[in-house]
């Protein structure tokens, strides 16, 4: 009797913990999320008294409300520059602090790094990260799920003469890290599901898969593996 109890119980936790778990990493991730940008945006409070805004008369922690109020006022701001980015006089005043950002030492290998990503990723480049595909990594025979995010440059393509093309091919479950492939062209598969579904798979450790896409997954790799 005592071990069906338990075998109950076992079974109605492990039920309510994959009702409640994906309802709690959502709620951790955004206050995790919330408190990470907020250490930046509270800096636009500067103009107001710490007495007011922070706890123990100025010697606490900021109230969470004007860490929200900030965090308001970033979005706002933000909003403004790309209003002002709009307009001729606008756009000059951004091409004056970009070329000055460009010139400090060390914080320019930075600033140009991360434009380039961001350039990457917004410009209207449709091969930029919008094919998800399959390479054979960490070794032939293993398939990982990655990102086709354009052509290796001409000096690659000139010294291996195959095709090179670049794969991201993320970790999971925390995609935001993982491997750049220079892979062959002709050692690519291209699946037919969109980003967001790849996504949902590597966060979810491969358990998200659609059922018609996952058909066309499997295939995609015994094709590949009869080649």
Sequence with gaps: MNKGLLARWRGNFLTGLAVVLPSIVSIAVTVWFFGTV??????LLFF???ALTHAQGGGGAIHWYWSLLAL????VLIGIVGRLARYYVGRKVIQ???RALLHIPLLNKIYGTLKQVNEAFVSSN??????VVLV??????QYSVGFLTGAANREFQAKTAAGMVSVFVPTTPNPTSGFFLM???KDVIELDMSVDEGLKMILSVGAVVLGAKRDVFIQSIRLSSKL
């Excluded at 308001?72 to 979005?75: E, G, M, N, R, Y």
């Excluded at 054979?136 to 025979?141: E, L, M, N, T």
């Design 126 to 131: 449709k091969s930029s990260f919008k094919h």
């Design 183 to 185: 892979v062959p062209r």
């Design 72 to 75: 308001a006022l970033a979005v």
């Design 38 to 43: 907020s250490r930046f945006t509270d800096i």
């Design 96 to 98: 004056l602090v970009d």
């Design 48 to 50: 107001l008294p710490r």
């Design 136 to 141: 054979q990594f960490p070794r032939a025979g």
